[in-house]
C-alpha cells in the first residue's frame, strides 16, 4: 500500500472512530444519569466542547478533554485518544470493534438494551 492509500484509509477511519467517541460518552453519561452540564463539571471540561463532541463528528477533542474524561470514566486514556481521533491506532482487533460499535451505533435517544451491552463490553 502506497502512502497515498495509506492516508486515505488513515482518515475514512477517523470519522467512524470519532462516531463511536460520542456515542461512548453519551452511553458513559447517560449510565452515570448525567446531563450535558452536570458530566462537563464532574470532568472539568468547557460544556461546549463536550457539546461539540457529541453533536459534530468532524470535531477533534483537546487533548486534556480526552485525559479528564479518561481519568472520571476510570478507562485506559490512549484507547479513548485512538477514538477521538488524536492517536492512531496500532490494535487491529481494538479497531475492529470500535469500528463494528460505531456501526451499530444509533443516536442515543433511540438506545437498545444491545447497545448498552455493546457499550459495557468495549
Given at each position: 500500500m502506497d502512502a497515498m492509500e495509506q492516508a486515505e484509509q488513515t482518515s475514512s477511519n477517523v470519522?467512524?472512530?470519532?462516531?463511536?467517541?460520542?456515542?461512548?460518552?453519551?452511553?458513559?453519561?447517560?449510565?452515570?444519569?448525567?446531563?450535558?452540564?452536570?458530566f462537563a463539571k464532574k470532568v472539568d471540561v468547557d460544556l461546549v466542547e463536550l457539546l461539540n463532541i457529541e453533536t459534530d463528528e468532524q470535531y477533534t477533542p483537546a487533548i486534556r478533554t480526552v485525559h479528564q474524561i479518561a481519568e472520571f470514566l476510570k478507562i485506559p486514556e490512549k484507547k479513548l485518544m485512538v477514538l477521538a481521533g488524536l492517536l492512531r491506532v496500532k490494535d487491529a482487533q481494538f479497531q475492529n470493534a470500535a469500528l463494528k460499535f460505531a456501526a451499530r451505533s444509533e443516536p442515543v435517544e433511540k438506545l437498545s438494551q444491545r447497545?448498552?451491552?455493546?457499550?459495557r463490553s468495549m
Open positions: 470519522i467512524p472512530f470519532k462516531l463511536a467517541f460520542a456515542r461512548f460518552l453519551q452511553l458513559a453519561r447517560r449510565d452515570r444519569k448525567l446531563s450535558l452540564e452536570q447497545n448498552t451491552r455493546l457499550w
